[in-house]
């Protein structure tokens, strides 16, 4: 009954943090809508800060509890398919985009009111189409054939170099 309560208790902590980082990728595009030249200095102040803060104190920290549950849930369910995989390499680029917001933030922050953003929806929409990837997959769980070479599936009986510690 333990590795059931847990599991439970793990996997409603994962997807609350996914929702509340999906929800703060999805917010923090949307406010660079207010970023332009020539804001007083009140306006830009205030952007600075709920960005900053935003993306350190909520958004950096939900995502580490959400692919830090999704680690510990794969283990205790081993669950090794290749839906998970692709899964996994949906989590990366949604990873990237990220730090590619972060790295939006710290643009606004160094040049302040010089530099030109993207448009937020050019941000946005790739962001959607990895949650909808994500989520299909999830749910879906489709089966996928992967056709992987022989010496990536079986163990092959080469011996480890003498510099590798066993």
């Known amino acids: ?20 980082w999906a929800v703060g990728l999805i917010m923090l595009p949307l406010l660079f809508r207010r970023y332009r030249p020539g804001l007083s200095d009140a306006a830009y102040a205030r952007f600075r800060k709920l960005t900053h803060h935003s993306y350190v104190r909520f958004l950096t920290p939900v995502a580490v509890v ?28 949604l990873a990237v985009l990220h730090a590619y917001i972060g790295h939006m933030i710290v ?3 160094e040049t302040r009111g010089t530099v030109r953003l993207p448009s937020p929806y050019l941000v946005l929409a790739p962001v959607l189409l990895v949650l909808v990837g994500i989520l299909v997959l999830v749910l879906a769980k489709p089966v996928l054939a992967l056709d992987w ?5 079986q163990p092959q009986s080469w011996s480890l170099p003498r510099w590798v510690p066993i």
């Open 149 to 153: 070479p022989q010496w990536m599936t």
């Open 107 to 109: 643009q606004t922050a």
């Open 1 to 20: 009954m333990l590795i059931t309560w847990s599991t439970l208790i793990f996997k409603a902590l994962h997807i609350s943090a996914i929702a509340l």
């Open 66 to 93: 959400a692919v830090g549950t999704g680690i510990v849930l794969i283990l205790m369910r081993g669950i090794f398919e290749p839906w998970l995989y692709a899964k996994l390499a949906l989590v990366s680029l």
